[in-house]
């Protein structure tokens, strides 16, 4: 024997079977049994289901390849052989056996195979786990992207959708993994949950869908409406009054955010059930369309939004009345937001824990925070959060917004012309206390009165979408649209809601005339008139607006040259609007260029 057999006989012993001793073959677990298996199986002499891998050997534990001491079960005898990687293995090199190492007979060359399995690597406990999460992702979530191309991970099921590093997520995935470990209860480390999410996300192709944040959203391609109530989500298709119930639809749910219940008969309801509402609540009865075409709003996310004030003094009722409103649109594990945040930057922070806002007892807002509520009504991409960290990725957010108070607190122009005040004091609305004792059923009645209602605007808004008469009232131009036909769903005419609004706005339309006296000559010019229509220059508007100038002017702003007034025109026809009164501009600028104030037709029918 030369010095390298001697070296591969040391080294590899099995194959040499000169020099083989019952003590080598138990060392390497190639028991007879094993001899005679390969043979047999390489004679078809038994069947892959029959025979399989034998009782463990005691011998020493560097063990036979594939002979696991794990639970797994062994793999058959003959499926290994029949292993395409593993017949290829007599024909790839083996730099650790020589030429030499050969047992000289046919078994030799199916021991080569057999030992083939070595050739795979052996994962480490860290890729096998990657692995293992890896597998829990593809079984439970799908890939979504946000209008900024982050990363979404959606629950096939639920439809939940979250950053793709959110702690919810990490959190879920650790504890499952533990219970699904069976019998072994092994736990993993944040790091591997993140790198199997890293290797999830980037190795998959996302789908096309943007996921709806909140409780409504609609699909601008198909015009389809989703209102996610929990995990069931109803869809409305255009010119449809019914809806359908679908699991798993892709929506970001905001953190304090509970399921709404929904019930099964729904269909039973009437409209009119909505009614309910006024029974256990102080909310006006003598507002009740507002309030209704409010409450739709505030389920059709791309509506032009309107936030509600709740004036009079804060009252175990108005209270009560409030909550139930947050019940039944956004039920939240708190229904009030105590303070106002102070920052643009800390309202979009709190955006993220409630689809509706609710602030309780709201004494003042500065502009700044106006400009937040009103910013986050509207929609904005905001950074998602947890409670403590950023994520990294932007969610586009849109809001609904109620508080109360004692007067008005609103005072940012744009922000006024898209708020609805509601006076508690009149109220004259029900007994909170007596009028339903099963609070609970009182909330499914409502909500299913409300879902009729909403069908019902679903089906007849392509009559209004359109129509431009509603634009002259500004920011509540779709709560006019909506208004109407709630009205129609409850067999009340069109009219009532008109002078519910007239009566409504008066005293808002009041305290903002007397801080605009163009706005209030140009209203009194047009109540003056015979046709309700003028036409004039801006020049010759001057002059006959001086002889309707209010009294007193504190302020100091009534213009006094035509470009002064041309710019107050500008900053008052959406006041007038509310007023029924459109003022427009006709030809060019200048002190000679036309503008007309006309009283629109439509509000006198």
């Not at 409010?294 to 004030?309: F, G, H, K, N, T």
């Amino acid at each position: 024997m030369t010095d390298h057999d001697q070296d591969n006989h040391e080294n590899h012993p099995v194959g040499h079977e000169g020099a083989s001793t019952k003590h080598q073959r138990r060392g390497l677990r190639l028991s007879e049994h094993w001899r005679e298996q390969a043979r047999k199986v390489a004679s078809g002499e038994i069947d892959d289901v029959e025979e399989t891998s034998p009782t463990r050997d005691t011998g020493p534990n560097f063990s036979f390849p594939n002979a696991s001491h794990d639970d797994e079960p062994p793999a058959t005898v003959k499926s290994l052989f029949r292993d395409p990687d593993l017949q290829a293995a007599p024909n790839t090199s083996w730099p650790s056996w020589s030429a030499a190492s050969d047992w000289g007979s046919e078994s030799g060359t199916r021991g080569m195979g057999f030992f083939g399995a070595r050739q795979v690597p052996k994962q480490s406990r860290h890729d096998r786990q990657v692995a293992d999460v890896m597998s829990m992702l593809k079984g439970q979530f799908y890939i979504t992207n946000n209008g900024s191309r982050s990363p979404l991970l959606t629950d096939k099921f639920t439809g939940e959708t979250l950053p793709h590093f959110d702690p919810k997520i990490l959190e879920r995935l650790k504890g499952e993994y533990w219970r699904t470990s069976i019998g072994r209860q092994q736990d993993v480390s944040y790091g591997v949950i993140k790198s199997a999410i890293s290797n999830f996300v980037y190795g998959a192709i996302p789908e096309a869908v943007l996921p709806v944040y909140g409780r409504a959203g609609v699909d601008l391609n198909s015009g389809r409406r989703a209102l996610i109530l929990g995990n069931q989500c109803l869809i409305f298709s255009p010119g449809l009054s019914s809806y359908e119930i679908r699991n798993g639809i892709p929506h970001v749910m905001p953190r304090e955010s509970f399921p709404v219940s929904v019930p099964d008969d729904i269909g039973n309801v009437h409209p009119q059930s909505i009614s309910t509402l006024f029974d256990v609540t102080s909310l006006p009865r003598d507002s009740d369309l507002l309030v209704i075409a409010w409450m739709i709003m505030a389920w059709r996310s791309d509506s032009a939004p309107v936030l509600l004030e709740l004036l009079g003094e804060v009252t175990p009722e108005l209270i009560d009345s409030q909550k139930l409103l947050k019940t039944v649109i956004d039920p939240a594990s708190s229904l009030f937001e105590i303070e106002v945040p102070k920052t643009v930057k800390q309202v979009d922070i709190r955006a993220q824990c409630h689809y509706l806002m609710s602030f309780h007892q709201v004494d003042s807002l500065t502009e700044t925070q106006q400009k937040g509520l009103l910013s986050i009504m509207q929609g904005k991409a905001v950074e998602w959060r947890t409670k403590t960290k950023r994520s990294g990725v932007d969610l586009f957010i849109r809001c609904a917004i109620m508080l109360n108070s004692s007067e008005s607190v609103v005072t940012y122009a744009p922000l006024s012309g898209a708020t609805l005040s509601i006076e508690m004091d009149e109220a004259g609305g029900g007994n909170p206390q007596n009028a339903v004792k099963d609070r609970s059923m009182a909330e499914r009645t409502i909500i299913h009165g409300l879902l009729q209602i909403f069908g019902h605007v679903n089906k007849f808004w392509g009559h209004v979408e359109n129509d431009r008469q509603f634009d002259c009232y500004g920011g509540l131009r779709d709560l006019c649209r909506i208004g109407v036909l709630v009205a129609d769903a409850l067999g009340r005419g069109t009219a009532e809601f008109w002078q519910q609004l007239d009566v409504n706005q008066q005293s808002r339309r009041d305290y903002e005339l007397e801080e605009n006296p163009v706005a209030m000559a140009v209203k009194r010019v047009i109540d003056a008139s015979e046709n309700g229509r003028i036409e004039a220059t801006v020049k010759d508007w001057l002059v006959l607006l001086d002889g309707y100038r209010p009294e007193s002017d504190p302020a100091g702003s009534w213009p006094v040259t035509s470009r002064g007034l041309a710019a107050k025109f500008k900053q008052s026809r959406a006041l007038l609007s509310t007023f029924g009164i459109q003022l427009v501009p006709l030809e060019k600028r200048g002190p000679y260029g036309r503008w007309r104030a006309s009283c629109d037709a439509s509000r006198q029918q």
